[in-house]
């Protein structure tokens, strides 16, 4: 048995994406496809977005969860940063990883004051807040100080900034290490830098929207 697959994990987070799924936003109704567009393609703006749509979990899904956790667990992963908590769905996935691979630190960071409330109840109630530490406010500040030889990242947060975001972490990532970044199809400024270093990182999407990329030694 793993973490991941018993108790209390297992029935929290069937009970969380149930949750996830059923989440309306009445602000979202109130916003037209091209302001919604317009804003998560702003570098400015992004925040009066996720203020909006604050309801809403936008979690990843069971299957990314499960890759997230197996990319962990082989890697062995022991640090592990993620860009976007939201209500902690993922972080739950990486935490069980860092678990079951005997202890860690999990740094991940989240503006909306209330979800990252949910989010420590969450990790509470899965038996691993004391694996994780949530960093409130923008990531753009919060990850301005990291530890170094971090051996997984998770990019989920906004998407017009993956790339200033990656930009403070790269430096402290570790040889080998994994960087998973999720709707990565709507970010081309970090796609396109990612793989104009074919010598730096080797770099493949999955399922449309999904980029996995290694940091070559
Ligand atoms: C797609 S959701 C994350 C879902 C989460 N990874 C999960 O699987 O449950 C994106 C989250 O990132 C947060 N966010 C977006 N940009 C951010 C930033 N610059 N700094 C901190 N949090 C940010 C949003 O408030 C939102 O809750």
Avoid at 14 to 43: I, Q
Wanted: aromatic fraction near 8%; charged fraction near 25%; hydrophobic fraction near 40%.
């Amino acid at each position: 048995m793993t973490t991941l697959t018993s108790q209390p994990l297992s029935g929290l987070l069937d009970r969380l994406f149930e949750e996830a799924n059923t989440a309306t936003s009445p602000a979202m109704g109130n916003l037209s496809l091209e302001e919604c567009d317009r804003l998560m393609h702003s570098k400015t703006e992004y925040r009066h977005l996720y203020g909006l749509i604050r309801d809403l979990w936008l979690p990843v899904s069971r299957e990314t969860g499960n890759l997230l956790y197996m990319l962990a667990r082989s890697s062995r992963a022991r640090t592990i940063v993620e860009f976007g908590t939201s209500f902690g769905i993922s972080t739950l996935f990486l935490a069980a990883a860092l678990r079951d691979n005997g202890g860690g630190q999990l740094i991940t960071s989240e503006f909306e004051p209330s979800k990252v409330v949910r989010a420590g109840q969450n990790l509470a109630d899965g038996g691993l807040i004391d694996l994780v530490e949530i960093r409130e406010g923008d990531a753009l500040t919060t990850f301005a100080d990291l530890p170094d030889a971090i051996d997984l990242v998770l990019l989920d947060g906004a998407k017009s900034i993956y790339l200033d975001v990656f930009k403070l972490i790269e430096p402290r990532l570790r040889p080998g290490a994994l960087i998973i970044a999720d709707d990565a199809d709507n970010c081309p400024e970090y796609l396109d830098y990612i793989r104009s270093a074919p010598r730096t990182f080797l770099s493949t999407s999955f399922a449309d929207d999904i980029d996995v990329t290694m940091r070559l030694a």
